[in-house]
């Protein structure tokens, strides 16, 4: 048996342990943290406890399963002396919030001191959702941070993504022009037909992979708003599986999904200068789905 062991951070905010373990321990999958609270197999200072226990700030937090890892935490895709590219998981912020877990950079960072021992914490540069997994770019210099910043603002660095939809998006490619609005009090996104106070123009373009019940799509975002791809694809009927807060979540407990079907899979640059070696990637990576 191996052991997984954590501290509840003393500000985490009051909830189930369920939770706060998929994040605290995103190399777990799912089902493995579930078989272990079903085997009494989870502790909360000292004592066994179940699904529903509640989070106790402070405690000391251990995990005990057969499972065996057969890849690292948090793969990395590229690495130089500037840059870091890993593929985040679901399940993990780009930022701390009140749900708790390690954020990207702090994984980022313990799978950087493997390699590089005494490694300074390197910075995201851009966000991907919680719930999205996929290609993310980190950097190591307060240099590299400010050009990476200003290529993804300037669209020099472009994100593809692949997700999977409810039906089959007709035509079967198309670029949609639309307005999103933002909610910050119901940490929501509005797509609008026109354009009106408070609203940014949103580009997203689409191409059908594979189609069907459940179709898989490419998406290429020429701009990059808050949730734009999971709510510009559900103003269009289409939303995306697993998406309870702007799709159809009948759909989503009919098709037994757990998790949102996205994932950032290909990273493209177009930057100048002293960045331009980038521009010979071709970053992907195969999403979970």
Same mark, same amino acid.
């Given at each position: 048996?191996?052991?997984? !062991?954590?501290?509840?951070?003393?500000?985490?905010?009051?909830?189930?342990?369920?939770?706060? %373990?998929?994040?605290? *321990?995103?190399?777990?999958?799912?089902?493995?943290?579930?078989?272990?609270?079903?085997?009494?197999?989870?502790?909360?200072?000292? #004592? &066994?406890?179940?699904?529903?226990?509640?989070?106790?700030?402070?405690?000391?937090?251990?995990?005990?399963?057969?499972?065996?890892?057969?890849?690292?935490?948090?793969?990395?895709?590229?690495?130089?002396?500037?840059?870091?590219? /890993?593929?985040?998981?679901?399940?993990?912020?780009?930022?701390?919030?009140?749900?708790?877990?390690? !954020?990207?950079?702090?994984?980022?960072?313990?799978?950087?001191?493997?390699?590089?021992?005494?490694?300074?914490?390197?910075?995201?540069?851009? &966000?991907?959702?919680?719930?999205?997994?996929?290609?993310?770019?980190?950097? *190591?210099?307060?240099? #590299?941070?400010?050009?990476?910043?200003?290529?993804?603002?300037?669209?020099?660095?472009?994100?593809?993504?692949?997700?999977?939809?409810?039906? !089959?998006?007709?035509?079967?490619? &198309?670029?949609?022009?639309? +307005?999103?609005?933002?909610?910050?009090?119901?940490? $929501?996104?509005?797509? *609008?037909?026109?354009?009106?106070?408070?609203?940014?123009?949103?580009?997203?373009?689409?191409?059908? #992979?594979? #189609?069907?019940?459940?179709?898989?799509?490419? /998406?290429?975002?020429?701009?990059?708003?808050?949730?734009? %791809?999971?709510?510009?694809?559900?103003?269009?009927?289409?939303? *995306?599986?697993?998406?309870?807060?702007?799709?159809?979540?009948?759909?989503?407990?009919?098709?037994?999904? $757990?998790?949102?079907?996205?994932?950032?899979?290909?990273?493209?640059?177009?930057?100048?200068?002293? +960045?331009?070696?980038?521009?010979?990637?071709?970053?992907?990576?195969?999403?979970?789905?």
């Amino acid at each position: 048996m191996k052991l997984y !062991t954590f501290v509840i951070p003393e500000n985490q905010q009051p909830g189930r342990l369920y939770p706060l %373990i998929r994040r605290m *321990l995103p190399q777990l999958p799912d089902h493995v943290v579930r078989q272990a609270f079903d085997k009494r197999d989870v502790k909360m200072d000292g #004592a &066994r406890v179940s699904r529903d226990a509640q989070l106790i700030p402070g405690a000391e937090v251990k995990l005990y399963t057969a499972f065996e890892e057969t890849a690292p935490a948090l793969p990395i895709v590229y690495l130089d002396e500037h840059i870091m590219v /890993v593929h985040k998981p679901a399940g993990v912020s780009c930022q701390e919030d009140g749900k708790g877990g390690l !954020t990207i950079s702090q994984l980022a960072h313990q799978a950087l001191l493997e390699q590089r021992p005494g490694a300074s914490c390197p910075v995201a540069c851009h &966000r991907l959702d919680n719930q999205t997994e996929g290609l993310l770019l980190l950097a *190591l210099t307060e240099e #590299a941070r400010l050009a990476m910043e200003e290529g993804f603002y300037h669209h020099k660095i472009r994100k593809r993504y692949t997700c999977i939809v409810k039906g !089959t998006p007709e035509p079967r490619e &198309r670029t949609l022009r639309a +307005w999103l609005r933002k909610d910050a009090a119901k940490a $929501r996104v509005q797509v *609008l037909t026109h354009d009106a106070p408070g609203a940014l123009p949103i580009i997203t373009e689409y191409r059908v #992979a594979e #189609a069907g019940e459940c179709a898989r799509l490419m /998406v290429t975002l020429h701009t990059g708003r808050t949730h734009q %791809i999971r709510a510009q694809m559900a103003a269009i009927g289409h939303p *995306l599986l697993g998406d309870d807060q702007y799709g159809d979540r009948a759909f989503n407990k009919q098709h037994k999904t $757990r998790r949102l079907m996205l994932c950032a899979t290909e990273l493209r640059f177009a930057l100048e200068g002293r +960045w331009a070696y980038l521009n010979d990637l071709k970053l992907s990576v195969k999403p979970s789905f």
